[in-house]
């Protein structure tokens, strides 16, 4: 018995565990530095439930963990259905918060399905392709059908109104179908309708608010008192924290409160302000590490579908750390983007709790269960 | 085809191809940090260090609250706090002296006030003293660069014009506290935070979403010390920042009168109790007064705990209102619902005559009038006069109680009138089925009797009793009462306006029910034998009813002890309900005044005050002309006592139960 767990435990694959947890432990301080001094908000209690998801996400990605993959495949379609239904709900009946409706409350569950649909669309995608023409490049044809299934949702995702989360489902499409190889003449066509597509929307689709996050993205100094102020205070913050930063508790534009949503969206800033460049050099080989680990499984995977997967999971967590680091840095206009692992958030925590779940599943799945 | 691990292998090139953009991707992050953090990182931590640009919220200017006459009732007031960043202390002992004389504190104040506050970080500033005077303002604004880390907090006080009068219908603002703050997120979706200042009771609960307006933010520029800069010098990076400014809340107008407010308010002194007018046309509420009060005022910027104290502890709770927010027995003034109850269904009419011998014997229980020996020979307008109890216990006796209920029911007894104001009490007439449900036991006829007279399970609220009068003076016509008039935005303009709300008309099966009850009513004030005829001040016609409420039911020996000499707490309530004039009725008014013993004498003068004011400003030609009749009751009075001398007026006030 004793030999079998040990047997167990030498073939389970902890390095995705591990990777969580490296991330998340720089996280939490950082969460810490950057809200102990809201004491009046209460933020400042902030890092302890941000320990409490962070324990809750890890029984979700060790239960997940011993699920075989094959049963992610039964369940990827019924289980995206549900997702797009529970979407379809919060926008007729939603509970509004903060000026959007992305909550839907089932008496004391609060729920936020677009964060389950990042994974319900990665299961339904690599479901999808597993099966259609898995040996040739796609024709344009070919993305018809998985389009519709990216953009229902992310359309609906959009009009609650939740433009980041949105984006990001398209930009988990366009990762699986680039890993399930395009024709040159697809990638064309994508992008003049990429194109065609953001103008029609710039102008009719979005609110404007939305449409003032790109203005002030283009020039920042121009609308410096709104939007743009985020994004100067933000630039400041990065800044000023030069080659080696201010040290931890240091941030002074954390304390001051010139950045908002300091434990959320702008984790970053306050990071690279404490730690400088080489804290943040130091983060994204962390990052670099788990998303090369990533794509590692998922060449050396036995099933498809699985490698797919793999590839969805490592979308979803590569996604989010790019956007919103480039928007904290002033690359990208500034949209509500958690960044994995370190910013405060129940629901996006769980996400890459499941995310790690399944990557650790498939990897055992390879040498765990034969 | 291939199989499912060739199929793997050939998307290998395209995994490391991610693997390549993925990479690419962190070195433009990077890329950009290092633009941000070294290229540009001595210019942007140089603006971190000095040029502190700070946004700071700018409170909205609560909306104004006036009297339906435009007289200013509720207000903002500036105010100024003196305030110490220890952060930004430069030679402690220099500076803490030096403010200490501004002040005028005592020697160690502030080192208390800093001990007190020691725990927290040193870049929040502390409150030194508390609304101080402009004097003191100028004296710390002018030595502002000799006293770093000191400055002045400005803000804006709720100032209750009235103080006390009112308190409980205007309400009160405080902090928003931390149970409060999930709730109200949920509910009105706005992203209130610790230290937001939200109405907690009455018109300011009630209509926070209209008074509150919207914070504006302005951004500061501080120096290094935290103190403001009095210009601000925009570099390039903030070229063009701008302020947003606040939004006035709406100002509302009430239906209130700020005079009759006073005077209910000033007739109430001494007493415990409360009053509401109801214009009868429209539902409008005239008047709501409870007494003891408060100051809400105290509670706009931090209430001090010795006055929370005070408020707690006292035994006669100032806090709690009396008008809405707390249901009584009606006593006797009840007796006008089981009059029109008995009449409409046939039981009795105008000439039907119970003889009262001062008591009604139902089975082994004996029921007492409240005048022991008797009010003899007794019709309906009598009865009312003289608030016989056994004549309409005998009518009651003759009915069920589900009959007098309905009736109840109907004039808007035992359920919330509805006013848009928090926490309304809704008051209880019992029917059968209620008392099974509630205790599992039969209804008892001797309960009937007791009902019918206003005691027992019967309770009601001044303002249902308001209410009905003014029904029963209107010729049935339910109105929900209603306390805001208008809703003006700040600049002006019109944005909302309350008409009268019609809840109900009772159709009278006979067209002389009102006519006698209302007769009867008259002859309680005017009529020299009426229970409240010492009572009936000049010029305003009432027609109205005493009631006593007893607080504990009295034992056989102990019903005709006097009210006065019964230890304080088990004195009976007096009420007193009435509409004027009598011919033309504009305006009812129920009063309650607790342990206050006699209907008559206690609740009485409190209507009669409210009323007054209410004829000489809102009727002076209705009243002139009623000063005209009055003297015509008075000579009536003079000449039938030359004829028959015995209705003098009685050396004890009649007990009315």
């Given at each position: 018995m004793k030999q079998t767990i040990l047997q167990f435990l030498k073939r389970y694959d902890f390095s995705f565990l591990g990777s969580m947890l490296s991330i998340f432990i720089v996280g939490v301080l950082n969460l810490y530095s950057s809200t102990h001094a809201d004491t009046a908000t209460g933020l400042d209690k902030l890092y302890q439930s941000q320990i409490m998801w962070f324990l809750l996400a890890n029984i979700v990605a060790v239960t997940v963990s011993f699920i075989n993959p094959k049963t992610f495949e039964r369940f990827a379609y019924p289980g995206y259905v549900v997702t797009l239904f529970l979407i379809f709900l919060v926008l007729i009946m939603g509970k509004v918060g903060m000026g959007a409706q992305r909550w839907l409350v089932l008496g004391p569950i609060r729920m936020q399905p677009s964060e389950f649909m990042k994974m319900g669309l990665v299961l339904c995608l690599a479901r999808y392709f597993s099966r259609v023409s898995p040996e040739r490049p796609l024709g344009f044809k070919d993305l018809i059908v998985p389009g519709l299934i990216t953009m229902i949702p992310a359309i609906m995702v959009v009009i609650q109104p939740d433009l980041g989360t949105g984006m990001l489902l398209v930009f988990i499409f366009i990762f699986i179908i680039f890993y399930k190889r395009l024709t040159w003449r697809t990638i064309a066509t994508l992008g003049v309708i990429g194109l065609v597509s953001g103008v029609l929307m710039y102008n009719f689709g979005l609110r404007d608010y939305q449409r003032k996050r790109i203005h002030t993205f283009i020039d920042p100094y121009e609308d410096a008192k709104g939007s743009g102020y985020n994004a100067i205070q933000s630039e400041i913050a990065i800044g000023s924290g030069r080659l080696f930063g201010k040290g931890f508790k240091n941030s002074s534009q954390a304390s001051l409160n010139y950045l908002p949503e300091n434990h959320t969206d702008f984790v970053f800033a306050i990071f690279n302000e404490e730690h400088g460049f080489f804290g943040s050099l130091f983060l994204i080989i962390l990052y670099l590490v788990l998303f090369m680990r990533l794509i590692w499984l998922a060449t050396s995977v036995q099933r498809f579908f699985d490698s797919l997967m793999v590839i969805g999971v490592a979308a979803i967590f590569f996604c989010h750390a790019f956007i919103n680091m480039s928007m904290v840095s002033g690359l990208l206009p500034i949209v509500g983007i958690p960044l994995p692992l370190m910013s405060y958030g129940g629901s996006s925590m769980l996400t890459f709790g499941v995310g790690i779940g399944i990557a650790t599943s498939i990897s055992n799945s390879r040498n765990l269960f034969n | 085809m291939f199989g499912e691990e060739e199929l793997v292998k050939i998307h290998k090139d395209r995994a490391t191809l991610i693997s390549y953009i993925i990479t690419a991707c962190f070195g433009l992050i990077l890329a950009r940090l290092w633009y941000l953090q070294v290229y540009k990182g001595e210019t942007l931590h140089n603006y971190s260090i000095q040029n502190r640009l700070r946004k700071e919220v700018v409170w909205a200017p609560r909306g104004q609250v006036f009297s339906r006459d435009d007289q200013l009732i509720v207000d903002n007031v500036p105010r100024f706090d003196a305030i110490l960043t220890p952060q930004f202390l430069q030679e402690k002992d220099d500076t803490i002296e030096r403010l200490t004389k501004i002040l005028e504190l005592e020697p160690d104040a502030i080192a208390k006030i800093l001990k007190k506050n020691s725990n927290q970080a040193t870049y929040r500033p502390i409150v030194?003293?508390?609304?101080?005077s402009f004097a003191e303002v100028s004296k710390i604004e002018t030595q502002n660069f000799d006293l770093p880390g000191v400055s002045v907090d400005t803000f804006i006080s709720r100032e209750y014009r009235d103080k006390e009068v009112g308190a409980h219908l205007l309400g009160y603002i405080s902090e928003i506290s931390q149970t409060q703050l999930p709730k109200l997120r949920d509910r009105d979706n706005i992203d209130y935070r610790l230290g937001d200042f939200i109405g907690q009771f009455g018109i300011e609960e009630q209509l926070d979403k209209y008074l509150r307006g919207t914070n504006g933010h302005e951004f500061v520029e501080v120096d290094a010390r935290g103190r403001r800069k009095r210009y601000i010098n925009n570099d390039n990076l903030f070229k063009g920042i701008e302020d947003e400014k606040p939004v006035s809340g709406m100002n509302v107008k009430l239906t209130i009168d700020r005079d009759m407010q006073l005077a209910g308010f000033n007739a109430l002194e001494g007493k415990i109790g409360g009053i509401v007018a109801l214009d009868i046309d429209s539902g409008e509420v005239l008047t709501m007064v409870s007494r003891p009060s408060f100051d809400p005022s105290q509670f706009s910027r931090g209430i001090t705990s010795d006055y929370w104290r005070s408020l707690i502890n006292n035994k006669e709770n100032p806090l709690r209102d009396r008008n809405i927010q707390e249901h009584f027995s009606p006593g006797s003034t009840f007796k006008a619902i089981t009059g029109i109850a008995a009449f409409e269904e046939g039981i009795i009419d105008e000439n039907t005559e119970v003889f009262c011998n001062g008591s009604y014997r139902l089975g082994r229980k004996v029921y007492h009038c409240w005048k022991k020996e008797g009010h003899g020979s007794t019709t309906l307008v009598k009865a009312i006069r003289e608030s016989c109890n056994v004549y309409f216990q005998k009518a009651a006796n003759r009915m069920d109680i589900d009959d007098i209920a309905k009736y109840a029911k109907a004039f808007g007894f035992g359920t919330r009138t509805g006013i848009s104001l928090p926490r309304e009490a809704s008051g209880l007439i019992p029917t059968k089925e209620w008392k099974k449900k509630r205790f599992g036991v039969e209804w008892q006829a001797g309960e009937t009797l007791s009902c019918a007279i206003g005691q027992s399970y019967v309770l009601t609220s001044t303002i249902q009793l308001a209410q009905a009068y003014g029904a029963i003076a209107n010729g049935g016509k339910i109105y929900r009462p209603y306390v805001v008039k208008d809703i003006y935005a700040p600049n002006g303009d019109l944005a909302k306006t309350f008409t009268p709300e019609l809840l109900g008309q009772i159709k009278f099966k006979n067209n002389k029910t009102l006519k006698f009850i209302r007769e009867g009513l008259y002859q309680v004030v005017?009529?020299?034998?009426?229970?409240?005829f010492y009572r009936?001040?000049?010029?305003?016609?009432m027609a109205g009813k005493t009631g006593t409420a007893q607080v504990r039911s009295s034992s056989a020996d102990k019903?005709?002890?006097?009210?006065?000499?019964?230890d304080f707490d088990s004195r009976h309530h007096a009420l007193f309900v009435a509409f004027a004039p009598y011919d033309n009725p504009k305006i009812a008014a129920a009063a309650i005044v607790e342990h206050g013993c006699h209907g008559g004498s206690a609740a009485g003068p409190v209507v009669e005050a409210v009323i007054s004011t209410y004829m000489k400003k809102y009727q002076p030609q209705m009243y002139l002309d009623n000063l005209e009749k009055d003297k015509l009751v008075r000579e009536n009075w003079v000449q039938s006592l030359r004829a028959n001398p015995a209705p003098k007026k009685p050396s004890e006030e009649p007990e009315d139960e």
């Open positions: - | 030194i003293k508390k609304n101080i005017n009529n020299p034998r009426g229970t409240n009936r001040g000049q010029g305003i016609q019903v005709y002890q006097k009210c006065e000499n019964m």
